[in-house]
């Protein structure tokens, strides 16, 4: 087994005296980078993405303040919760500093039990987020993004298509026969072949700029970035024939044979046109259902002829 990940503190402070006081306190159980000058720091944040940053207040050129206004104004560095150190006392400062977003404050000099605290609550808080989130955009039984998450994306990605005029690959998913494993063998025995499916589908589709969700009950679906129809009817077949090859295992004695019909589409979208994102997943949803009308076990692809 691996072991866990450290979790990343991003340093920004022009005194290097307190970046090594830091690095001493937190370097034993946390990631730690750091940066003298706030210019490269807001670039460390984009390229490392922390769990956390600790931002003095005062330095030369860009003040802290600025820094944070600048990293709450960029998607990519928003939702880093940001820990001020400061040497003063101003209730001013203190007050600015929370109004633009920071989560804490640390006084210098350090104390080490302050800073240990401090730092462990915002990476508590931050773990306990993401556990959240997780749940809002996840499928509990599959791990894989759930409908209402992968609406945003697909919305997103058509949006994206319409700008770039690019292909965007889309295609629904559906077990064959699947109330028969239910109806024979247990709901059990359903979920655990719906893991395997998931599985297998999720491992078919290897670019991080590729989605896959489940649509609902045995339905998946796939959104193929920058991908032709060609493209895309091959990665469809890849999913069908790794999942008619594979042996489903029940349970020790017990196997099962599954199949899968799959509706492809694939469009460059037009911002300005009749033809909606309702009106490309509804053709997508048409092929699927000619897959079925067809014999099962196959791809087909819409077409508006």
Same mark, same amino acid.
């Given at each position: 087994?691996?072991?866990?990940?450290? &979790?990343?503190?991003?340093?920004?402070?022009?005194?290097?005296?307190?970046?090594?006081?830091?690095?001493?306190?937190?370097?034993?159980?946390?990631?730690?980078?750091?940066?003298?000058?706030?210019?490269?720091?807001?670039? =460390?944040?984009?390229?490392?993405?922390?769990?956390?940053?600790?931002?003095?207040?005062?330095?030369?050129?860009?003040?802290?303040? &600025?820094?944070?206004?600048? /990293?709450? =104004?960029?998607?990519?560095?928003?939702?880093?919760?940001?820990?001020?150190?400061?040497?003063?006392?101003?209730?001013? #400062?203190?007050?600015?500093?929370?109004? /633009?977003?920071?989560?804490?404050?640390?006084?210098?000099?350090?104390?080490?039990?302050?800073?240990?605290? !401090?730092?462990?609550?915002? /990476?508590?808080?931050?773990?306990?987020?993401?556990?959240?989130?997780?749940?809002?955009?996840?499928?509990?039984?599959?791990?894989?993004?759930? !409908? !209402?998450?992968?609406?945003?994306?697909?919305?997103? %990605?058509?949006?994206?298509?319409?700008?770039?005029?690019?292909?965007?690959?889309?295609?629904?998913?559906?077990?064959?026969?699947? @109330?028969?494993?239910?109806?024979?063998?247990?709901?059990?025995?359903?979920?655990?072949?719906? @893991?395997?499916?998931? %599985?297998?589908?999720?491992? =078919?589709?290897?670019?991080? $700029?590729?989605?896959?969700?489940?649509?609902?009950?045995?339905?998946?679906? *796939?959104?193929?970035?920058?991908?032709?129809?060609?493209?895309?009817?091959?990665?469809?077949?890849?999913? !069908?024939?790794?999942?008619?090859?594979?042996?489903?295992?029940?349970? #020790?004695?017990? $196997?099962?044979?599954?199949?899968?019909?799959?509706?492809?589409?694939?469009?460059?979208?037009?911002?300005?046109?009749?033809?909606?994102?309702?009106?490309?997943?509804?053709?997508?949803?048409?092929?699927?259902?000619?897959?079925?009308?067809?014999?099962?076990?196959?791809? *087909?692809?819409?077409?508006?002829?």
């Amino acid at each position: 087994m691996n072991p866990p990940t450290k &979790e990343t503190i991003l340093i920004i402070d022009d005194n290097k005296l307190n970046i090594m006081a830091l690095i001493r306190i937190l370097g034993s159980e946390y990631m730690i980078y750091f940066e003298d000058d706030a210019a490269k720091g807001l670039q =460390s944040a984009k390229t490392f993405n922390p769990d956390l940053i600790l931002l003095d207040i005062v330095m030369p050129g860009i003040t802290g303040f &600025e820094v944070i206004k600048i /990293l709450k =104004s960029d998607k990519d560095t928003r939702d880093i919760p940001v820990i001020f150190l400061t040497g003063r006392s101003d209730v001013q #400062d203190e007050e600015l500093g929370f109004v /633009l977003g920071a989560a804490d404050y640390i006084k210098k000099p350090f104390s080490t039990a302050i800073v240990m605290l !401090r730092v462990s609550h915002q /990476l508590k808080m931050q773990r306990l987020l993401r556990e959240v989130y997780n749940l809002s955009v996840e499928d509990v039984l599959t791990g894989l993004g759930n !409908r !209402r998450h992968f609406n945003n994306v697909l919305l997103q %990605e058509w949006q994206r298509s319409a700008r770039q005029q690019l292909p965007l690959g889309f295609m629904i998913l559906d077990i064959d026969y699947f @109330k028969k494993v239910n109806d024979t063998y247990g709901h059990v025995s359903g979920d655990a072949v719906l @893991k395997a499916v998931a %599985e297998i589908i999720k491992n =078919s589709v290897s670019r991080s $700029t590729d989605h896959v969700a489940r649509w609902g009950g045995e339905e998946f679906a *796939v959104i193929l970035y920058e991908t032709d129809l060609v493209g895309t009817m091959t990665v469809a077949e890849k999913i !069908r024939k790794s999942i008619e090859s594979t042996v489903f295992e029940l349970t #020790d004695n017990i $196997t099962v044979d599954i199949t899968i019909s799959i509706g492809v589409h694939c469009i460059v979208a037009e911002a300005d046109s009749a033809y909606t994102l309702k009106s490309f997943i509804s053709d997508t949803d048409a092929a699927l259902y000619e897959a079925k009308n067809l014999g099962r076990n196959r791809v *087909v692809a819409f077409s508006d002829k």
